[in-house]
């Protein structure tokens, strides 16, 4: 596996605030796309962008639907010439911070593009199965928010939509960098996306893919993170990226205590749960990045 390290864009545009913790603003970019981008002094930590690059690329190489991240230079210009560019901070607003940010890039277009679905029209999803597929990457990340996605309408009249993945930046618990696993943390909020799961299948082949992914192919996704972004703490990001080697072997236990929670989320996997070792996850659970 390759991933490429492009060379840093820049911001030329701010198009509007968006909503979420983050506090994320979308800008048009120097290469003529526009970006979902979260600052450095966003009112979560910086380290979120870190998270947000590290954990998309580690699911774009597990084949998962994912926006493409990429680093973007925002200016102190762009930002002194454009009020809108600030964030509510501790019951004021400040500008965002100029400097190397992290750009998602913005999924379809408006009015093709919800950030939610009824119940009634998740099951018609056209790539409902990679809800499965995703929680290989969540539970693997250790993501401590619920499961995002946005749904883009294939055509301009049609009921169907795709599924995107959005909103890394909690993986790998947030700021902190440690794995406390619990069942119900990292899943999508309704059962109703889990409905075909019948077996480990479902979430081939993004399992295998994680379970094989070897430690320079982790690094490559790690490759060209903004040392900001991780506080300079090169030691830490180097434990981190050694922990999600090492958890490779509990991904199965973490689904497996999921399937067995009180969610039931898997009501047509019939058979008795795969014997996996349990000793593996609870190792797992006692890593923390100090």
């Known amino acids: 596996m390759e991933v490429l390290v492009n060379a840093c864009i820049s911001a030329v545009q701010h198009l509007r605030p968006l909503r979420g913790g983050a506090q994320s603003h979308l800008l048009r970019a120097s290469d003529?796309?526009?970006?979902?981008?979260?600052?450095?002094?966003?009112?979560?930590?910086?380290?979120?962008?870190?998270?947000?690059?590290?954990?998309?690329?580690?699911g774009l190489a597990l084949g998962l639907p994912m926006p493409r991240v990429e680093v973007i230079e925002v200016s102190d210009l762009l930002i002194e010439h454009t009020e809108d560019l600030r964030i509510q901070l501790a019951g004021q607003r400040i500008p965002c911070r100029s400097g190397k940010q992290l750009g998602s890039l913005y999924v379809g277009s408006p009015g093709m593009t919800l950030d939610y679905l009824p119940q009634e029209l998740l099951s018609r999803?056209?790539?409902?199965?990679?809800?499965?597929?995703?929680?290989?990457?969540?539970?693997?990340?250790?993501?401590?928010?619920?499961?995002?996605?946005?749904?883009?309408?294939?055509?301009?009249?049609?009921?169907?939509?795709?599924?995107?993945?959005?909103?890394?930046?909690?993986?790998?618990?947030?700021?902190?960098?440690?794995?406390?696993?619990?069942?119900?943390?990292?899943?999508?909020?309704?059962?109703?996306?889990?409905?075909?799961?019948?077996?480990?299948?479902?979430?081939?082949?993004?399992?295998?893919?994680?379970?094989?992914?070897?430690?320079?192919?982790i690094?490559?996704?790690?490759?060209?993170?903004?040392?900001?972004?991780?506080?300079?703490y090169r030691?830490?990001?180097?434990?981190?990226?050694?922990?999600?080697?090492?958890?490779?072997?509990?991904?199965?236990?973490l689904i497996s205590k999921f399937r067995e929670s009180i969610r039931n989320p898997f009501p047509n996997w019939g058979d008795s749960p795969t014997s996996v070792d349990l000793s593996a996850v609870r190792r797992d659970e006692a890593v923390e990045i100090r």
């Not at 600052?39 to 962008?49: D, E, I, S």
């Open 125 to 217: 999803v056209s790539n409902v199965a990679d809800f499965a597929r995703v929680l290989v990457l969540d539970k693997w990340a250790c993501n401590a928010d619920g499961r995002q996605a946005v749904y883009v309408r294939e055509t301009p009249h049609s009921r169907r939509h795709s599924a995107t993945f959005i909103d890394q930046g909690y993986c790998f618990n947030a700021s902190e960098w440690t794995f406390p696993d619990y069942p119900l943390r990292g899943v999508f909020a309704n059962n109703r996306v889990y409905e075909s799961v019948t077996g480990w299948d479902a979430f081939e082949p993004a399992l295998t893919k994680a379970e094989e992914m070897d430690l320079d192919a």
């Open 32 to 58: 003529g796309a526009s970006y979902v981008t979260k600052f450095q002094n966003n009112p979560q930590h910086v380290r979120v962008l870190a998270n947000e690059m590290l954990a998309t690329r580690l």
């Open 235 to 253: 030691d830490d990001l180097n434990r981190l990226v050694e922990a999600l080697h090492h958890r490779r072997t509990a991904i199965r236990g």
């Open 219 to 232: 690094w490559q996704c790690a490759a060209g993170i903004p040392e900001e972004w991780y506080e300079r």
